[in-house]
């Protein structure tokens, strides 16, 4: 069984930056491809970032740039690096795994799920 909790998140002003994380157990992550996810109040979960097994990163066009995924397989734990955040950013993020296959940007196709972490940016 495969445990994602995730942690970093809180308040930061337009501009700022935050560093989430998400700690897997249960399953090591160099075998897992990873996503994060996010929504926002009012509206639809929307993917993030994604990284394959093999390191390849997938972004969503509004946070490619400022958003960076990367894992640390020594630590088991997945990042998400936000920098230059707006209010848009503003939203539960969650941390999602599926086993490696497929690049997939959709939230259907992974199996695990954090419980999500709120972000928030002031304007």
């Known amino acids: 069984q495969v445990q994602l909790v995730e942690s970093g998140g809180g308040l930061v002003q337009t501009g700022g930056s935050l560093r989430i994380s998400c700690a897997v157990s249960?399953?090591?992550?160099?075998?897992?491809?990873m996503g994060w996810f996010r929504q926002a109040p009012g509206k639809d979960l929307e993917f993030v970032a994604a990284?394959?097994?093999?390191?390849?990163?997938y972004y969503l066009n509004s946070v490619k740039g400022r958003f960076t995924i990367s894992r640390d397989n020594a630590e088991n734990t997945l990042h998400l690096q936000m920098n230059s955040l707006n209010p848009e950013d503003t939203a539960v993020y969650y941390c999602?795994?599926?086993?490696?296959?497929?690049?997939?940007?959709?939230?259907?196709?992974?199996?695990?799920w954090g419980q999500g972490i709120q972000v928030t940016v002031s304007s």
């Open positions: 999602a795994a599926r086993p490696g296959g497929l690049v997939t940007t959709k939230s259907v196709d992974y199996v695990d």
């Open positions: 249960g399953r090591t992550l160099s075998r897992l491809d």
């Open positions: 990284i394959s097994r093999i390191g390849n990163t």
